[in-house]
């Protein structure tokens, strides 16, 4: 009962399009957050991938494979008190051959495509109801037609 009743309640005031259209801009600002935090993960993997990379193939670095190093502290990812929070030489390139090391790669694009995705429908259909809502303005048929 109190259920129906709030989905009526709901459905009233997101059923008026000022509101309806300020809710979507709403949801599309917290959907760029969202994509804004998938493209972190994204960027600390190719960081470390491009440094494995160095350590693999010396020959395209003038720096010693010792003193190649991925940092996990000055992303955020770890406390800077941890330990230890920093892998170098080898045992970096040792983590970057296993198998969940590349899975991660995967999964961190196939989020941000999907955020991508999302946020530039969320970004169609605000734009879509925003030029509906005006033309519905205009028109001085607003109080009578719903979305």
Known sequence: HSLEQLCQCLGKW?????????????????????????AVPVY?????WVTCQSIAFPSKTSASISSLCADARM???????????????????????TSEFQMTFNLF?????????????LLTYMIAATYNFAVLRVMGRSTSTKF
């Open 75 to 97: 992303y955020g990812v770890l406390p800077w008190n941890s330990f230890p929070g920093k892998v170098c030489g080898s045992s970096l390139l040792t983590i970057c051959k």
């Open 109 to 121: 694009i196939a989020a941000f495509v999907g955020a991508a995705a999302t946020l530039l429908a």
């Open 44 to 48: 600390i993997y190719f960081n470390t």
């Open 14 to 38: 997101l059923g008026h399009p000022d509101k309806f259209v300020g809710v979507t801009y709403a949801l599309t600002v917290v959907w760029i957050l969202v994509f804004a935090c998938t």
